[in-house]
């Protein structure tokens, strides 16, 4: 642009520099004109003065002519010149525009491009965590399809024990007779001066042993949990708490899935008896008891009014989920309650009652404890 701009200011230059010479042509012509003839009046003489006169006025005219011709183009020069700058003023314009228009758009376009970034990064995350749901939700079913599986199979295996057991257990367990154990829907249904083992049905495709107390708090009571002598060891996994295990006829674990069956429907009792290593005996008893489902984790969601001398340490525990060592489920984020008590619960933050803990006469924290207590326990009794 600034060579174009130099161009044009030279040719004008150039134009007034013409200029200025025709216009001293022009006078000088008129100046010669104007001289007086001093040639003499002879016809030749008269006749070369009038061809150059008439030469002349040729000549002035076609300066004249000239010099009009200069001017004009000196002047569309000059609106040329303005009209060029004005055109590169435009463009500089439009130009500066353009590129103010294009860096917002650009702007823009990064902004709605982060934007959606975003959001895509927090569907992603909402979708993986979906997806861990569902494969958790996916394991749980199959898990639970394959111990149903496998319950049915380990209650095929059982032997008919061909004894009856009678007697409430204390240290240990007695047997009383050699009579098959009989098939009941529950224990209310059995002998209530025969405290001891029966097959129950109704809960499963098979028939399962339980032990039945028949003689103390009005009978029909079936035993869900039993320690006396540490010959079980209770730090067990998650599925083999689900299940169950031990002897029934001696320390056991009936299982969370089956217990939750039981109770289920309608409105059941829980009784807890213990007793110390000084065979000091306390129970306590609660108006009612429900456990929730395996996906609910076995939640122990309602516990009824408590009554008996041992104090109540299971409402600490209402509403937490049942806890084992390959299983957190309970509320304290800073230690796991079930791998440092050396036991399954339901945990809160850690326990006020540990049953299925350590069973040592050392006074410790991981024992088998009832809080009001606050000494190791050598016996523990759950009944429904």
């Known amino acids: ?34 001289v007086p003839p001093t040639i003499d009046e002879s016809s030749s003489a008269a006749s ?45 314009r ?40 569902y494969s958790k939700k996916i394991l749980d079913y199959q898990t639970i399809c394959a111990n149903h599986d496998k319950i049915r199979q380990e209650l095929l ?35 209530p001066k025969t405290t001891g083992l029966f097959k129950m049905v109704g809960i499963g495709r098979t028939p399962f042993e339980v032990w039945c107390e028949m003689e103390k708090f009005g009978g029909g009571w079936l035993v869900i949990q039993r320690r006396f002598n540490g010959s079980v060891d209770f730090y067990r996994k998650w599925m083999e708490y689900r299940n169950g295990f031990g002897d029934v006829a001696g320390e056991f674990w009936l299982g969370l899935e089956r217990i939750h069956q039981l109770i289920k429907n309608g409105t059941w009792e829980l009784i807890v008896e213990i007793k110390n290593f000084a065979d000091g005996y306390e129970y306590a008893r609660y108006s009612d008891f429900v456990l929730g489902n395996e996906w609910s984790k076995y939640t122990l969601s309602r516990l009824g009014t408590h009554s008996g001398d041992a104090g109540d340490a299971l409402k600490y525990h209402k509403g937490m989920k049942f806890s084992t060592f390959d299983r957190d489920n309970d509320e304290d984020d800073s230690r796991h309650c079930a791998e440092k008590y050396h036991g399954a619960w339901w945990y809160r933050s850690c326990y006020d009652s540990n049953l299925n803990g350590l069973h040592t006469e050392n006074q410790e924290a991981k024992a088998i404890k009832w809080f009001e207590t606050n000494v190791s326990l050598k016996y523990s009794s759950m009944m429904i």
């Open 48 to 92: 070369e003065y009038e061809v150059i006169k008439e030469r002349m006025d040729h000549l002035k005219f076609s300066f004249m002519e000239l010099f009009v011709h200069v001017k004009e183009l000196s002047e569309l020069i000059v609106n040329n010149q303005r009209t060029a700058e004005q055109n590169q003023l435009a463009h500089v």
């Open 1 to 34: 642009v600034s060579q174009v701009q130099s161009s044009v200011k030279m040719g004008t230059v150039n134009i007034l520099l013409f200029s200025l010479v025709v216009v001293l042509l022009s006078k000088s012509v008129v100046r010669l004109e104007s």
């Open 94 to 133: 439009e130009v500066k525009e353009l590129v103010v228009s294009n860096q917002r758009t650009i702007e823009q376009t990064l902004l709605e491009h982060k934007n959606l970034m975003l959001n895509l990064e927090d569907r992603l995350s909402a979708n993986v965590s979906l997806i861990t749901n």
């Open 157 to 191: 295996t059982l032997k008919p024990n061909s004894t009856n057991i009678r007697g409430r257990p204390t240290t240990e367990v007695q047997v009383k007779s050699n009579t098959s154990p009989i098939f009941i829907h529950s224990c209310n249904e059995g002998d």
